[in-house]
């Protein structure tokens, strides 16, 4: 008996120290006079953990950590240190409250590609002042003008969808390339579309390539359609100058600044713009097609609500900003598809300079990633989170646990037109056609978006 008792002492004793293990090591750090690292591991000498980490879904990797140190946890990924922030009010923190000591941080090459001058890559006074004329040229005010153009880009490109099998990420790619220059160049954009295509299209082949610049590369290759692109620019820039004329959209918002960008500044703002408006809303788009193929009461509700807006209209009547704010319905899958494909799993920031977080230290140089997916992933902010569900969204959801376009200083400033944009082409998408998908259906690819398989290959019909 005695010593079952003794058993039973030892093993509450054993789960009481796992339990404050963390804490006892911040204590004796503390006593040092110095703050401990994260709890976690860092695998291997340079490679660190980053095969764990890209050889399955991202999510086993970051909730595996995430139960075994607690939702701040030490890695080593792609020959950098990191810390990983699974927490909605640590996330606050690296985004917004002490956004200052946490710098944007990408990949040289990518730098190289988009353009050092392009909006991601700054902080202080210079990423002020893009994001004011960014931020202008997409409020809702600014693009509530364009929803008739974005309609027919959008009725568009369903039409050369019908009848045919495609793969709705590629197809998607190109309606929301259209819809970006639409919105950068306004009118312009259709004399234009095609050169800046081709170019674009280059470019992005390289964006994951190994940056050597030698002739034959994919490097090279595309280093030199950047050239072309920003040649093409400055020609629209220099014609527009003559003109003398205000422009409402992107490139008249950086044209207009009193201060004035430099053509090289206004280039690189412009393609960093199509990157960053272009994959992200068209994977979005091709998840709705999923979800909305997989739930068929869903789709039903949908289609109600977008074929009473129809009934409102005359033949051929445009839509407006004020019908896409009578789609409650659908904006209700948008929201809870962003949440569960939670298509950017996180994303990177730099510490400036040692800083002391959550009581442990996080060395300057050391990257540090809020992991929006864990956060949407988390039964603690959303029950049932494997679930599409879209009525979840009637309540508005916990404070910072729904980010899918960040937040702080970095936050999408693209969102009015991104949710506008997938809107449009979801009210001419269920009024019009029904959908098949075809081949198998639960995989995912992460590239770097997350992504069902094959980009979802569909067959679209015409409903009459
Ligand atoms: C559904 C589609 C989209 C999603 C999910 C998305 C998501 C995001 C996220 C999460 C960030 C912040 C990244 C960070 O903090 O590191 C961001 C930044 C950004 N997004 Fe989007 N985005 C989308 C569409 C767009 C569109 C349509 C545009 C432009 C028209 C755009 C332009 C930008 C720009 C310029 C930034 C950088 C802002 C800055 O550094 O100050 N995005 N986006």
New binding site residues.
């Given amino acids: 008996m005695e010593f079952l008792s003794m058993l039973f002492l030892f093993f509450v004793s054993l789960f009481i120290l796992v339990l404050i293990r963390p804490a006892i090591r911040k204590f004796v750090a503390f006593g040092r006079g110095k703050l401990p690292l994260p709890p976690g591991t860092l695998g291997w000498p340079y490679i660190g953990e980053t095969f764990q980490l890209y050889s399955q879904n991202p999510n086993v990797f970051f909730a595996s950590k995430v139960k075994k140190f607690g939702s701040i946890f030490k890695t080593h990924i792609l020959g950098c240190p990191c810390v990983m922030i699974a927490s909605p009010e640590a996330a606050k923190l690296v985004?917004v409250t002490k956004a200052h000591l946490f710098k944007?941080t990408f990949p040289a090459s990518k730098e190289r590609m988009l353009g050092k001058q392009a909006?991601?890559f700054?902080q202080g006074d210079y990423?002020s002042k893009?994001?004011k004329l960014?931020l202008r040229a997409?409020t809702p005010e600014a693009i509530k003008h364009i929803v008739s153009d974005i309609e027919s880009v959008a009725v568009e490109s369903l039409e050369s969808w019908e009848g045919r099998m495609i793969n709705s990420f590629q197809e998607m790619k190109t309606y929301?390339f259209n819809?970006?220059l639409l919105?950068i160049l306004g009118k312009d954009e259709i004399h234009y579309r095609e050169d800046l295509k081709r170019c674009y299209y280059i470019l992005e082949k390289g964006y994951n390539s190994m940056p050597i610049n030698l002739p034959g590369t994919l490097f090279h290759k595309s280093m030199k359609a950047r050239k072309e692109l920003a040649q093409i620019l400055a020609k629209i820039i220099s014609v527009r100058r003559e003109m003398k004329h205000n422009y409402n959209d992107?490139l008249g918002s950086f044209m207009g600044d009193k201060e004035g960008l430099t053509d090289e500044q206004i280039a690189d703002?412009v393609i960093?713009?199509i990157f960053?408006?272009?994959d992200?809303?068209a994977?979005?788009l091709t998840w709705i097609l999923k979800y909305l193929g997989e739930n068929p009461s869903v789709l039903q509700a949908v289609t109600e609500e977008q074929e009473a807006i129809l009934k409102t209209k005359q033949d051929y009547e445009a839509l407006t900003w004020a019908d896409t704010k009578k789609m409650p319905m659908t904006t209700k899958v948008i929201q809870e598809t962003?949440r569960v494909a939670s298509?950017?799993s996180f994303?990177?920031?730099e510490a400036v300079e040692d800083v002391e977080f959550e009581g442990y230290l996080i060395p300057k140089g050391w990257k540090v990633m809020p992991l929006?997916r864990n956060i949407h992933h988390s039964p603690d902010n959303f029950p049932d989170p494997e679930k599409f569900n879209p009525s979840r969204f009637e309540a508005n959801p916990k404070p910072n646990t729904f980010?899918?376009?960040?937040?702080?200083?970095?936050?999408?400033?693209?969102?009015e037109?991104?949710?506008l944009?997938?809107l449009v082409l979801i009210h001419h998408l269920t009024t019009k056609y029904r959908w098949s998908m075809m081949g198998p259906q639960n995989g995912i690819q992460y590239g770097p978006f997350a992504l069902p398989q094959n980009g979802l290959p569909i067959r679209l019909f015409r409903k009459y």
């Fill in positions: 985004l944007p909006i991601f700054h990423h893009l994001r960014v997409f929301t819809v970006a919105s992107l703002n960093g713009v960053a408006a272009r992200t809303t994977s979005v962003l298509i950017l994303t990177f920031r929006f980010m899918p376009f960040g937040n702080g200083t970095h936050s999408c400033p693209g969102n037109l991104a949710k944009e997938m």
